[in-house]
Nanobody
Framework: QVQLQESGPGLVKPSQTLSLTCSVS??????????WSWIRQPPGKGLEWIGA???????YYNLSLKSRTSISRDTSENQFTLQLFSVTPEDTAKYFC?????????????WGQGTQVTVSS
């Protein structure tokens, strides 16, 4: 069974960069047709897809966040990473790493437990 585990700081100061890593077990990031996403949920709000890196290494981003987002991977460690630049308190959320597939729409099948990130001075 695939397992995903987020890690990173729980507190980030405004204007700094939020960096999170997702460690993946029991499968490979390069396994055909799977996409590895970051999704967040601000307090009291719904889920927001941030972006994804495909099994090919190609990246996809939410247009509303694209200018501040970078997703990369380390296949030797089987990890993928989110960087969100110039954060503000509005970036406070629980962040999830997720495995899914892309057809007519995203279908997410495996989720990490999530990690809370607070942006505050």
């Amino acid at each position: 069974q695939v397992q995903l585990q987020e890690s990173g700081p729980g507190l980030v100061k405004p204007s700094q960069t939020l960096s999170l890593t997702c460690s993946v077990s029991n499968t490979s990031l390069t396994s055909n047709y799977y996409y590895w996403s970051w999704i967040r949920q601000p307090p009291g709000k719904g889920l927001e897809w941030i972006g994804a890196i495909a099994y090919t290494g190609h990246t996809y981003y939410n247009l509303s966040l694209k200018s501040r987002t970078s997703i990369s991977r380390d296949t030797s460690e089987n990890q993928f990473t989110l960087q969100l630049f110039s954060v503000t308190p509005e970036d406070t959320a629980k962040y999830f790493c997720v495995r899914g597939v892309l057809g007519a729409s995203w279908r997410f099948s495996s989720w990490g437990q999530g990690t809370q990130v607070t942006v505050s001075s």
